[in-house]
């Protein structure tokens, strides 16, 4: 089969199309015939030489895919062969095949292409696990989301006011506001122009959020805090400004706030299988409804991986990348 590799860490010109092995599905697994894969963060970190695939994991990249299930592994009958299917994995989606653990198959809805529904797994599993199990969101709540114009900020703006809560976001351009408003966002601040702390105050009366939905890290620890009201919570999802940061934790007591910090990659295969079943329940029947639509910017062939990870890179996209594999 075909994959996308690279042979040494290093900028998008590392990454080539290439022949490798055929997969072969184990015990509890099913092969899947790759259509779409989508591009995400991590992806670009692991090219980098910065975030190694877990242990056990492809060393292709790729953490979700869409395709059609071609065979079983030992003691699996479900899905059906032929059967329209897209997941989360740790790795893998840039090629022809893979293998996953058939507790992690989620049906596509007949109304999405396998482009859509490769835009799915990674940031709408994300951002349902990290708003509704870890933040907490409820309805009538306020929700602070920093890269509102992100695959996982266009997934969490959706998944927020489906469940009754008032978003606001943060974005580097007025065209990606708009864009975030359309999709259902109250407010966006321009961080590039505006003071975002100051302007969130003034957006809720001085009274702050409830959660706020972090992908910076250490950058922006202190104001999250500060945004937040009392008994908020603060849910940290990447560190894109930086690890490393200095806290006064009578901010904490004295707010009684929850700070968490989370990644989906590395979880054990029953814990996924939950959120899985979570997504079916709550998530997948709101796309086949319109309720929920994925947001992409691009779709790039898959030996276009180079040219996708630029676009990423550039932050000039609003919503998903995906590649088409064919």
């Known amino acids: 089969m075909q994959a996308i590799i690279f042979d040494h860490p290093g900028d998008a010109e590392v990454l080539q199309l290439a022949e490798v092995a055929d997969l072969q599905p184990q015990a509890g697994e099913l092969l899947i015939r790759v259509h779409a894969t989508a591009v995400n963060r991590a992806d670009i ?14 060393e292709i990249l790729g ?11 030992a003691g699996v009958t479900a899905p059906a062969l032929g059967t329209r299917i897209c997941a989360l994995l740790p790795g893998g989606g840039y090629a ?6 058939a507790a992690l198959a989620m049906p596509i809805p007949d109304s999405l292409s396998y482009e859509q529904a490769a835009a799915i797994p990674e940031v709408w ?8 199990n870890w933040g907490r969101l409820s309805a009538g709540e306020r929700l602070l989301v920093h890269g509102g114009s ?16 008032e978003v606001i976001i943060t974005a580097g351009s007025e065209q990606k506001i708009e864009r ?9 601040i321009n961080y590039r122009t505006e003071n975002w702390p100051e302007r969130l105050q003034e ?13 910076l890290g250490g950058s922006y620890f202190n104001a999250n805090l500060a945004s937040l009201r009392v008994g ?22 004295l707010k009684r706030l929850t700070v968490c910090g989370t990644t989906l990659r590395a979880r054990p295969i029953a814990a996924k299988a939950a959120l899985t079943q979570q997504m079916l329940q709550d998530v997948l029947p709101r796309f086949a409804d319109g309720t929920f639509t994925p947001v992409i910017e691009a779709v790039f062939d898959l030996a276009e991986a180079s040219a996708a990870h630029r676009l990423l890179e550039s932050s000039q996209h609003v919503g998903k990348i995906v590649l088409r594999v064919g």
Request: hydrophobic fraction near 45%; glycine fraction near 14%.
């Open 45 to 58: 970190l692991q090219r980098r030489g910065m975030y190694p695939a877990p242990a056990g994991a492809s």
């Open 63 to 73: 953490l979700e895919i869409a395709g059609e299930v071609i065979d079983h592994g």
């Open 96 to 101: 022809q095949q893979v293998v996953i653990p």
């Open 125 to 132: 599993m994300t951002a349902y696990d990290n708003l509704f």
């Open 150 to 165: 992100s695959g996982i900020g266009t997934a969490a703006i959706q998944l927020a006011g489906w469940r009754g809560a």
């Open 180 to 188: 975030c408003r359309e999709l259902g966002a109250v407010a966006g």
């Open 203 to 215: 957006l809720t009366d001085h009274q702050g959020v409830d959660v706020v939905l972090d992908m």
């Open 232 to 253: 908020g919570r603060l849910v940290i999802i990447a560190t894109m400004g930086g690890a490393q940061t200095e806290l006064d934790l009578r901010t904490l007591m």
